[in-house]
């Protein structure tokens, strides 16, 4: 076996410095609440995060009113830190409202950011380039020397397209930091356009030139930290190529969220930096952490979560293809690169048209002791394919799968048989809201049920019959709540009269409290009865899960 090029054994302990809750939230259409920006700020703690960039306090405030709470937060191992930019051009530091409010927020940690490419210093600041490196020196040592603070980072804005354009004033921009007492210089690929053979280049030659160390042994001396955003698709080989150079910290935020395509997603640098670099970052349990951690920001945010999100997307250990799926049920790691446990995840297998028998077995060979029927599998498989055929999807639709597992096993109970269905919408003018009727003719247990119910359209108006009809029969029929249902047009070119499949996901309560989700396909050319299809196998699924004796 070949020994990983990349494997250290050193262990060097690499800072994360989080800044979702400033930097991430200058992405399109994140906000965050103060309680959500408490709570996170304690799950971040909770991991090991060693900074947490609380805001801006100068900007609003709410950013100012963080600052005030968080010292109310028993924080075990996490630095609170503020963000702020120089001292505006020609006044001095202490009469700079930015300086103030930097040193008023009471945060142990500040965090200045100044210019470093002469392209901004020229044409955005339009101030000296000399005015520039006061401002940098004069900001930093206003903060350092704030009785409250205890150290002062700067983050070089734009320092890779800075030190390609203009490299000598790129590195007296840094020197101007240091001379003011920053402990971290954070090179900022501001503009997330570098690669990272340029990144490595830069570190090197500026810790070099400034002849820094690459550990935390004197953590209170200058050192190199890494800021990235991802508008190359590249932050995350540029923060870890900086970091294999000699930087000591990495600043990102959770989920990659941040200005334009975001910042550095510190849950890959994290699982990267201890599971495959040998570096050591966060407390040593944390990774496990991370999936919870992860969901918890979309959910705080508004966002679906990223299926394929590395290491903790619902996809990342999700195994679809037949040949795949038969060689992970024999030895995992021959399609998973690490234990999807190690960060909190979890391995799913899918069925699908692509399937093999391996799928089935994998699925629900357990729950229907198929295991190593491979007569059955085969069956199932058959059906699936011809099905998906015809439009059907399985991959998100468990229950139906497991109704195609009962009728290949001859185990389907007949619940009720349908006599008919029929839809009536009614509408007379254009202003007129329209009113929908919906009928369903039954025979449940040798009764005839024939019941009505209006809707507001016809998928409700039936749903709302259908368990008028059961109810009586089956009272547990009401426990059940439809969650999403999801229409896609299966073959777009026959437009108005395509075939579409429609996806109903629903919810109950079972019997031990515990909630559970499943999720049913139909597809026709007419969406009404695609959903009846999908609705009427809901129900009957139900029934087999929570009547006793039924189960296979
Ligand atoms: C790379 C980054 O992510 S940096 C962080 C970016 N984040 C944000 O901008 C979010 C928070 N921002 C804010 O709340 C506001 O934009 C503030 C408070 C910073 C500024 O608000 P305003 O003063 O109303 O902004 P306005 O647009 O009028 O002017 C910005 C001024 O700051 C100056 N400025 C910009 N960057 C710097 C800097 N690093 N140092 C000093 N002055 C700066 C500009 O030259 C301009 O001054 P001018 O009017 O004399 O030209
Ligand atoms: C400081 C910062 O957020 C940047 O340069 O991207």
């Given at each position: ?33 103060l309680?959500?920006?408490l ?5 971040l703690?909770?991991?090991?995060f ?5 805001g ?11 600052f ?16 702020g ?16 409010a ?23 600041l ?13 900001s930093?040592?206003?903060c ?7 150290e002062v ?6 320092f890779?397209?800075?030190y ?5 004033y ?31 280049h ?62 550095v997603?510190?849950i ?7 599971l ?9 349990d ?5 999936h ?8 705080m ?28 049920q ?16 979890q ?10 028998a391996?799928?089935i ?7 229907f ?19 998906e ?5 399985f ?8 109704l195609?597992?009962y ?10 048989e ?30 005839t ?27 547990e029929?009401?426990t ?15 437009e ?57």
């Amino acid at each position: 076996m070949v020994e990983n090029p990349n494997g250290h054994t050193d262990g060097r302990r690499i800072e994360m410095y989080d800044t979702t809750l400033r930097d991430g939230t200058q992405g399109a259409e994140i906000a965050l609440t103060l309680a959500d920006k408490l709570k996170l700020t304690i799950a971040l703690d909770e991991l090991g995060f060693d900074y947490i960039e609380g805001g801006y306090p100068l900007s609003n405030p709410k950013d100012a009113a963080y600052f005030d709470k968080v010292r109310d937060l028993d924080l075990k191992h996490a630095r609170v830190t503020a963000f702020g930019m120089t001292r505006r051009k020609g006044i001095e530091a202490k009469d700079d409202p930015g300086m103030q409010a930097l040193v008023a927020s009471h945060a142990p940690v500040i965090t200045i950011v100044g210019k470093t490419w002469d392209l901004h210093v020229d044409e955005v600041l339009r101030v000296e380039r000399d005015e520039n490196l006061a401002m940098i020196r004069d900001s930093v040592a206003f903060c350092h020397q704030a009785d409250t603070t205890d150290e002062v980072f700067y983050d070089a804005e734009h320092f890779f397209d800075g030190y390609r354009a203009n490299p000598d004033y790129a590195l007296d921009t840094l020197r101007a930091a240091v001379e003011g007492g920053a402990t971290r210089l954070v090179l900022c690929d501001t503009n997330g356009g570098s690669l990272p053979e340029f990144i490595s280049h830069a570190v090197t030659n500026v810790r070099e030139t400034l002849g820094l160390g690459d550990t935390l042994d004197n953590p209170t001396g200058p050192l190199l930290a890494i800021h990235v955003h991802n508008d190359g698709a590249l932050a995350v080989a540029n923060s870890l190529a900086a970091i294999e150079t000699g930087c000591v910290q990495v600043q990102g935020t959770i989920n990659g969220i941040g200005e334009r395509c975001g910042n550095v997603d510190l849950i890959p640098i994290a699982a990267n930096l201890r599971l495959k670099l040998g570096y050591d970052c966060l407390r040593d349990d944390a990774l496990k952490g991370l999936h919870h951690l992860a969901m918890l920001v979309y959910e705080m945010v508004g966002m679906t979560p990223v299926a394929g999100q590395p290491y903790v997307g619902a996809n990342a250990f999700t195994h679809k293809g037949g040949m795949h799926v038969h060689a992970v049920q024999r030895i995992a790691h021959s399609y998973e690169h690490i234990e999807p446990d190690a960060v909190g995840n979890q391995r799913r297998v899918l069925v699908s048209e692509l399937a093999g028998a391996s799928n089935i077995a994998a699925q629900v060979g357990a729950k229907f002791g198929i295991a190593d029927d491979r007569d059955v599998q085969r069956k199932v498989l058959e059906k699936i394919q011809d099905l998906e055929h015809q439009g059907y999807q399985f991959e998100a639709a468990d229950a139906s799968l497991e109704l195609m597992v009962y009728e290949a096993l001859g185990k389907r109970p007949a619940f009720w048989e349908l006599g008919h269905y029929r839809c009536v919408i009614l509408k007379r003018q254009r202003d007129e809201e329209t009113s929908t009727e919906g009928t369903v003719k039954l025979n449940v247990d040798g009764t005839t049920e024939y019941r009505v119910a209006e809707g507001d359209g016809p998928v409700n108006a039936l749903y709302q019959a259908l368990i008028k009809c059961l109810a009586d029969h089956y009272p547990e029929v009401r426990t059940i709540h439809l969650s999403d249902y999801k229409v896609r047009v299966v073959n777009p070119t026959a437009e108005t009269a395509a075939r579409v499949r429609v996806v109903i996901e629903f919810r109950y309560t079972a019997e031990d409290g515990s909630t559970r989700v499943f999720s049913t396909v139909g597809v026709d050319e007419n969406i009404v009865e695609a959903s009846w299809e999908a609705i009427s196998d809901a129900f009957q699924y139900l029934l087999i899960e929570t009547r006793a004796g039924i189960t296979v």
